[in-house]
């Protein structure tokens, strides 16, 4: 992992289209701006996790419901 400090308004490049730019810092976090091109897509973590893990419950109610059900 690249650690790096960064002053509001200053920048970071990834490559030769994505940037990050400092927006603002408060006590409790950092504000920051991201252009990347609209093919490559920009989640928060905490949303990207809460994805994947409704795919993962989706792929397991199919096979849930794709087995045989026993009669009682």
Do not use: C, F, H, Y
Not at 27 to 53: H, N
């Amino acid at each position: 992992m690249l650690v790096l400090s960064r002053k509001v308004g200053e920048r970071i490049w990834i490559g030769e289209d994505i940037s990050i730019t400092v927006v603002r810092i408060t006590g409790g976090g950092v504000r920051l701006g991201i252009e990347a091109p609209s093919e490559m897509p920009v989640v928060r973590e905490e949303l990207k996790l809460k994805l994947e893990q409704d795919q993962s419950d989706v792929v397991v109610d199919i096979v849930d419901n794709s087995s045989p059900q026993k009669s009682v």
